[in-house]
Structures are given as C-alpha cells and as structure tokens.
C-alpha cells in the first residue's frame, strides 16, 4: 500500500502531466507569440507581390511650349506639342512603408503609406512626338528630352484613371494573407485576433 507522501507525489506528477498538454493544446490553438516585426518580416516581397501592373498607351496628349500637359479638350491655341507613347507603370508600397503593431487585447494593425507609382518604364521606341502647329515629328534629341515629363505625367494619368483603386485593394488582399500566414506560422489562431488594416490616402 502507497504511502501517504507517494499518493501526494502521484498526484502532483499527474497534475503536471495534464498542465503540460493543456500548454501544448492551448499553443496548438492560439498561444503563439504573434509580433508586428514577424508581420512586416513576411512583407518582403510586397512591391512586386503587392503591387498593380498596369500597362498604358496614351495617344495626343497635349503640351504647351513649356512641355506642360493641357487638357484634350484644349482649343485656345496654346498646344504647342502632341504626344502618343506606351509603357508600364507598377504601383503600390514598398517594405519601408509598412508598419505593424499588436496590441496586448490581440489587435493587429497594419499601417501603410500611399500608393505611388514604384516603377514606370516607357517604350522609347513607341514615343512618337508632333509640334502642334506644323505636325512635323521632333527630333530623337528633342524626344528624349521629354521622357521625364512623360513618366511623371503617364504616372498622375494613370493612378486617376482607376490605377490607384486598384492597386490598393490588391495590397489589402496581400496585406490581409500575409498577416494571416503569420499568425498561422506563429502557431496562433486567426479567430483570436482582430486585424485592421490602414492604407494611407496621401
């Protein structure tokens, strides 16, 4: 027959034994550690996995002599140029523009800048030039000398004509999966976490 300190033992052992795969349950079904650095860290793609691709030809874009966009619709005279060219522009964040936050209630907020255009690369050779007063095409000089208006213009043209709505609900979705493989990969349960997300307007 056990004495009465073994039974007390046995007790205690059995008691650890049940805490212990409590622990391990309770792990399983949501007690990982969940940080904003580990969130941000699966992020690092998220320029070119989180971004919109959006691939443009604008045709008679008019400037002005001082190579200044006017409306379509401009008949005052003051066209001095009329541009037709194609490209690529991707828009969307980069990983510096990200912040992450978890709060002790299980609040995870994700914080963004704005979307911007990250890349704009335009088809030189599709870049075709007209003076507006005599139709006569510039030169590859002249040409050249526009391609910086060109990118900044096709860029704002872009982003107004649904590019940026786009592209923003694209990085919701990228931001939501990537905040939910986290919490997964932490050995956490989603259910027990609210996520808000923020994506900047400016």
Do not use: W
């Not at 008691?15 to 690092?44: E, K, P, Q």
């Amino acid at each position: 027959m056990k004495s009465f300190g073994q039974i007390i033992i046995t007790i205690a052992l059995v008691i650890g034994i049940i805490y212990a795969g409590y622990l391990g349950i309770n792990a399983i079904r949501g007690g990982g550690d969940v940080t904003g650095s580990a969130v941000i860290g699966s992020m690092s793609e998220i320029s070119t996995e989180g971004a919109e691709i959006y691939d443009y030809h604008f045709s008679n874009q008019l400037y002005d002599k001082d190579k200044k966009l006017l409306s379509e619709k401009s008949g005052d005279g003051s066209a001095a140029y009329a541009a037709d060219y194609q490209g690529t522009i991707r828009a969307g964040i980069d990983a510096t523009d990200v912040h992450c936050q978890v709060t002790k209630d299980k609040q995870i907020f994700v914080i963004t800048g704005p979307i911007r255009v990250l890349e704009n690369k335009i088809d030189e050779n599709s870049i075709t030039i007209t003076s507006a007063v005599n139709g006569k095409e510039l030169s590859a000089k002249d040409r050249k000398a526009f391609v910086k208006t060109l990118k900044q213009d096709s860029g704002d043209l872009a982003l107004k004509d649904g590019l940026e709505k786009r592209a923003r609900q694209k990085l919701k979705n990228y931001l939501k999966e990537q905040t939910e493989k986290t919490v997964k990969d932490a050995g956490a349960d989603m259910d027990d976490y609210k996520l808000v997300i923020k994506i900047s307007e400016e």
